[in-house]
């Protein structure tokens, strides 16, 4: 029996009667009493369990970035003269069910179990992304984009079940570090995509590719239900091993959660906050603001990053005065008998390694062996799809190849930012709560991304080093801004409050590849400079935004910029 009574008063007291196996001899074992054939299998599946999940959400995050990678893979192959349009729907429609999502994911997640939910959200993605690859092998857009929507069900849901399932996991026992290991791993995924994607789509075919992240998610599928299987036959174990390493400390939490339960079904009010969204701080909405226009140069950019660097650097268009010495014939290929070079007007060979080959203006080849003639009187590079072999093997076999390199290598440069997120993330939320100045982080993470969207737009520098800040920019922001949310509204109301964020997050992740697009169309389908500059923009009001984070974070005590409780204490 536990006396639920204040010291002031007695009313409304009541007894709890708590269930027999809560006050169990194997639950409230002595110390001494602990059983060592136990202890090793929690560690070895302690450590199985975070493995099988940073692979599924490896899995996850390869096939979420497959269009960014495959970019012009696929606007060669979908040859569509609304392509930009339709391509950032991809993500559009990606986000959009996660403008509600996030305050529905946590419940079931709770009411299911963390395990099931991985798998349940797992499957969702396994059947978005089939919908997409088949979609795409027969060039439908309706099916396309009804993937993406799929996936996106289960792409953002699953973080909440794989975060909640560490938790249950790792509480007391590497947390941190298993959160740490867990989202760097992870989203590595993007990186493995942007190298191999591309790869794969010019060594056999775009479809293929995607196909690729297909079978992954089906491994993220089959490994999902084997962590429900350990978690399902091991939580007794680990809840046998937490009680003997201290079982007050079990028991605490046990008796106060009966409690809580029975109050509620006897119609008392659970201890919980229900705080209305009008009741957060001016410093959450601050920073919900925040989120949003900086995670809008960050996350969105990444989409279409591979058309910047083919537009910018890799792949730029041809001087106009060059033009083929033949113009009406094939540049390069089993058709052409006869060299055909690119020349300038005086006649000499135009060179470099960084432009497009140049492409007949005009075609007319006779078909053979019962294939169509071809006939088109003003060539351009959207008529070209170098996934057949009339272009990439008998008609400009040049263009089709300097594309594939080019491809290839905007995917090592576009993974740049993740991969120094990928290793910084880890070590940096550990620093920042020794260090504070979490408001300062926000704003120099902000101003960092001025540099590196302005220096992309307006000069011809190489791109790696504007990356390279974008990457440092992403790693420092992630690091202070989740953290600081805990500290600017109440413990119970966190859940909610991320809820909320998240929602917002999404609601510019949404809309932000429409503006995209339409940037790009009304620019005569051109990205530089008028697409960066609108993500130099964003980046100019997640600054202000950030000075506004400083300001008030002052007026309210310096809860942001200040030194973690926590870390005071590991100092001493």
Same mark, same amino acid.
């Given at each position: 029996m536990v006396n639920n009574c204040s010291k002031e008063g007695s009313e409304g007291c009541e007894e709890h009667q708590l269930?027999?196996?809560?006050?169990?001899?194997?639950?409230?074992?002595?110390?001494?009493?602990?059983?060592?054939?136990?202890?090793?299998?929690?560690?070895y599946f302690r450590w199985l369990v975070l493995f099988?999940?940073?692979?599924?959400?490896?899995?996850?995050?390869?096939?979420?970035?497959?269009? &960014?990678?495959?970019?012009?893979?696929?606007?060669?192959?979908?040859?569509?003269?609304?392509?930009?349009?339709?391509?950032?729907?991809?993500?559009?429609?990606?986000?959009?069910?996660?403008?509600?999502l996030p305050f529905f994911g946590g419940y079931f997640t709770d009411k299911m179990g963390a395990s099931y939910c991985l798998m349940i959200f797992a499957a969702f993605c396994f059947l978005g992304q089939l919908i997409f690859a088949a979609g795409t092998a027969y060039r439908n857009w309706t099916f396309m984009l009804l993937g993406r929507a799929v996936y996106g069900i289960g792409g953002e849901s699953i973080c909440v079940a794989y975060s909640t399932l560490l938790t249950e996991w790792f509480a007391g026992k590497e947390l941190a570090f298993s959160f740490g290991i867990a989202l760097a791993i992870s989203r590595l995924g993007s990186v493995f995509n942007n190298l191999a994607s591309p790869v794969i789509a010019n060594s056999f075919s775009t479809p293929w590719a995607l196909w690729a992240g297909v079978a992954l998610n089906f491994? &993220?599928?089959?490994?999902? &239900?084997?962590?429900?299987?350990?978690?399902?036959?091991?939580?007794?174990?680990?809840?046998?091993?937490d009680a003997s390493d201290n079982p007050s400390d079990l028991a605490q939490p046990l008796l106060l959660q009966q409690i809580e339960h029975e109050g509620t079904n006897r119609g008392g009010q659970?201890?919980?906050?229900?705080?209305?969204?009008?009741?957060?701080?001016?410093?959450?909405?601050?920073l919900s603001a925040?989120?949003?226009?900086?995670?809008?140069?960050?996350?969105?950019?990444?989409?279409?990053?591979?058309?910047?660097?083919?537009?910018?650097?890799?792949?730029?268009?041809p001087p106009a005065e060059c033009h083929l010495t033949f113009p009406d014939q094939c540049?390069?290929?089993?058709?052409l008998n006869f060299s055909n070079p690119a020349i300038d007007a005086n006649g000499n060979t135009c060179s470099g390694s960084n432009f497009a080959p140049v492409l007949p203006s005009s075609l007319n080849v006779s078909g053979m062996d019962g294939k169509p003639d071809i006939l088109i009187d003003h060539l351009s590079a959207a008529d070209v799809d170098c996934d057949k072999p009339f272009w990439s093997e008998d008609c400009v076999k040049d263009y089709c190849q300097a594309l594939g390199k080019a491809s290839e290598s905007a995917g090592r440069v576009m993974s740049i930012p993740y991969s120094i997120s990928a290793c910084l993330s880890p070590f940096l939320g550990g620093v920042v709560d020794r260090i504070g100045h979490r408001a300062t982080i926000t704003f120099v993470a902000s101003f960092l991304l001025i540099g590196v969207h302005s220096t992309m737009a307006f000069t011809t520098f190489r791109p790696a080093i504007p990356l390279i800040g974008q990457g440092l920019a992403y790693a420092l922001y992630s690091s202070v801004l989740w953290p600081s949310i805990t500290l600017t509204v109440p413990q119970r109301s966190t859940g909610v409050a991320f809820g909320v964020i998240t929602s917002i997050q999404n609601i510019g992740l949404t809309l932000v590849p429409?503006?995209?697009?339409?940037?790009?169309?009304?620019?005569g389908h051109c990205y530089i400079p008028y697409v960066e500059l609108f993500f130099t923009c964003c980046a100019v009001s997640g600054a202000m935004l950030g000075i506004g984070v400083n300001f008030l974070d002052q007026l309210t005590g310096n809860k942001l910029n200040g030194i973690s409780v926590q870390s005071r204490a590991a100092d001493r």
């Open positions: 269930p027999d196996e809560i006050l169990s001899e194997d639950v409230l074992r002595p110390t001494g009493a602990e059983d060592p054939v136990q202890r090793e299998p929690s560690m099988a999940t940073c692979l599924v959400m490896t899995c996850v995050y390869y096939s979420l970035d497959i269009p &960014a990678a495959l970019h012009q893979n696929l606007k060669n192959y979908m040859n569509d003269s609304a392509f930009e349009l339709r391509f950032n729907l991809l993500y559009t429609l990606y986000s959009f069910p996660n403008v509600i491994m &993220a599928v089959v490994v999902a &239900a084997g962590i429900k299987n350990v978690d399902a036959q091991h939580s007794s174990i680990s809840l046998a091993m659970r201890p919980v906050s229900r705080m209305g969204f009008r009741q957060f701080s001016p410093m959450f909405w601050l925040s989120c949003l226009t900086v995670y809008a140069c960050i996350l969105p950019w990444n989409n279409v990053a591979s058309g910047i660097l083919l537009e910018r650097d890799l792949f730029q268009a540049s390069a290929g089993n058709l429409m503006a995209i697009a339409s940037i790009y169309t009304s620019s």
